[in-house]
């Protein structure tokens, strides 16, 4: 009898409008407005639309969440936010249908490293079945590391993702290597503890396909430099190019 494969899994693109938002906010304007960023990116191919609403507020607004998630089945919103019960709260009136926990610090330019959930297993339990019991996808935003994946399974989380700014901030070739295998490493150790695998952070056109090309990952969810890509393209055009080049990386496996 010969083995017959089984198919790679199609990878979808989240895409992440923070940055819209944080041009609107800049001057305190309507527009650009992050509705119509949404369905644009929806329009071009994206299969889901992230945005990370953070305790300071510097981008995503809470009538963002609630205009989005409003929306309903057409407006797959996966919400990004800090283990607090004022997210919690949030996230339960809003429901979107998935909801992502991250680390978060004041001062932090963007997310610096995953949520470690090692040191505080039963407040991401709790947090992860609260969010569970209102229908919402819960998932966890981690490094690709063992022991964090072991405990994000044990937590209950739905699906994980995998922080790749390791990856997409190295500066030479042995590192941004090493890193790439880690998140190998790492996504296939989440898949046999039956997890669902995305990945995502400082990702662009450049360095996506060879993330695209790890099997277990079925969801990439890209925001700055796509939306950078914009400005001189338009969105859809670089949801567009974006998607080619996460099919281009496929391919590689398929
Ligand atoms: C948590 C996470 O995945 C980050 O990529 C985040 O969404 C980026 O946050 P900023 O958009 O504020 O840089
Ligand atoms: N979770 C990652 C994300 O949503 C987008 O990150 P980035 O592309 O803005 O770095």
């Known amino acids: 009898m010969t083995d017959i494969a089984a198919p790679t899994p199609p990878i979808r693109l989240g895409v ?7 041009l609107r906010q800049a001057r305190g304007t309507p527009y650009p407005d992050v509705g119509t960023a949404a369905r644009l990116a929806m329009g071009a191919g994206a299969a889901s639309i992230t945005i990370h609403l953070r305790e300071d507020r510097r981008h995503i607004q809470d009538h963002d969440v609630a205009s989005l998630c409003a929306i309903g089945d057409d407006m797959p919103v996966n919400l990004e ?3 607090t019960e004022e997210m919690l709260d949030i996230a339960v009136r809003h429901a979107p ?8 610090s004041r001062e932090e330019l ?3 490293g995953g949520l470690d959930i090692v040191g505080q297993g039963q407040r991401v339990a709790d947090g992860l079945a609260r969010l569970q019991a209102a229908g919402i996808q819960a998932a966890l935003f981690i490094d690709p590391d063992t022991d964090q994946i072991e405990a994000a399974a044990r937590a209950g989380a739905h699906h994980i993702e995998l ?13 941004r290597q090493a890193e790439l295998a880690r998140i190998m490493a790492a996504a296939v150790q989440a898949e046999s503890l039956g997890l669902e695998v995305h990945a995502g952070h400082g990702l662009h ?4 396909a060879e993330i695209a090309a790890i099997a277990p990952i079925v969801e990439l969810n890209i925001g700055h430099a796509l939306i950078a ?6 969105l859809d055009a670089a949801v567009t190019e974006m998607s080619a080049a996460m099919a281009a990386g496929r391919r ?3």
């Open 16 to 22: 992440n409008v923070d940055h819209v938002a944080t």
């Open 229 to 234: 890509r914009a400005v001189f393209v338009g």
């Open 97 to 104: 249908r998935d909801c992502c926990l991250v680390p978060e």
């Open 205 to 208: 056109v450049d360095n996506v």
């Open 252 to 254: 590689q496996i398929a």
């Open 81 to 83: 936010m800090a283990l």
């Open 163 to 175: 922080h790749t700014g390791a990856y997409a901030d190295a500066v030479d070739t042995t590192t």
């Open 110 to 112: 963007t997310t610096e």
